[in-house]
């Protein structure tokens, strides 16, 4: 179920973004028990202006290539559940479309079984 | 007080976005309990590769007509009233500007009285 | 580590977009403890028809130059440090790039300690 919103810079070709949002699903897949074709994801491109982050925040050396996920999700998972999402999105996203670890920045918000509708009016979670 | 957030693809004329935005309001208006005046929506238009959904998970068949709808509200709601706001969100949708239930996809996010200043630098809420 | 994102109509110059977010930023740094270089902001501009907002609710005149502010960030902060952080923000919006109080809408969205990785596939906060 979980909700997807990505941010990146303008500029790079489709089959990158392509890549960065079906790796971040299969990182999903791997270790956040998210079942096949439950995703809902949107990406948005930005200017130089209008994506802004620490270069250097925590002592970690950001780029261009920043990419700034926010995944909404229901709350039933662990500590060690996110931290393994967490390692996993970073994995995936360095084999492709070759993004450095340095740059991939992930936030959860969670919320309950109660707060979805996948379609039909319906609240198919309760 | 909710904050509403929609993407959908790109080639829809202004009027259809306009119902759109005004039914999600009336929805909220109808069983959310949400004043008149009170909406602050953002709708955000993609391309075909930035808005990725399943086409059919949970056996909902969606199509290019998908709309993603993430609604931030207070934590005042109970699981009824919250069914019931998924109900007249489709069903306003279905009537006006005529798009399938199996379409429409709605994600709450909530937040305490405190987390909302409507101006002015105050927390009116609270 | 709040991710802030920010709603604006579109047609302001790069300065304002660059002292809009730079001042939500110093706000955060002043009541909200954020540390330098602590920032990770998004900025979407809409046409007229794609952000809505109430232009008198609650009583408060909204105009054009409306801001839709939602920063997502952890749960430790009290009502007072809140309403702190929307005086803050509103005050130094007026001084640059000079908006007026009344168009200023801010929302907090509070997660967990766990909920973020600020780079390297690592959870910092835990």
Known sequence: MP?????IRAGKPATYRKALMHEVYEA????????????????????????????SYLGIERSDD???????????????????LYRRIAERLSASPGIRGEDVFV????VTKANWSFGRGEAQLI
Do not use: Y
């Open 3 to 7: 909700v997807t919103r990505i941010a």
């Open 28 to 55: 999903m897949r791997d270790v956040f028990g998210v079942p096949e074709d439950d995703f809902f994801m949107a990406l948005s491109e930005h200017e130089e202006d209008t994506l802004l982050f620490g270069r």
């Open 66 to 84: 920043f990419v700034l996920i926010q995944i909404t999700a229901s709350n039933t998972r662990s500590e060690e559940v996110k931290k393994a």
């Open 107 to 110: 936030n959860l918000v969670e």
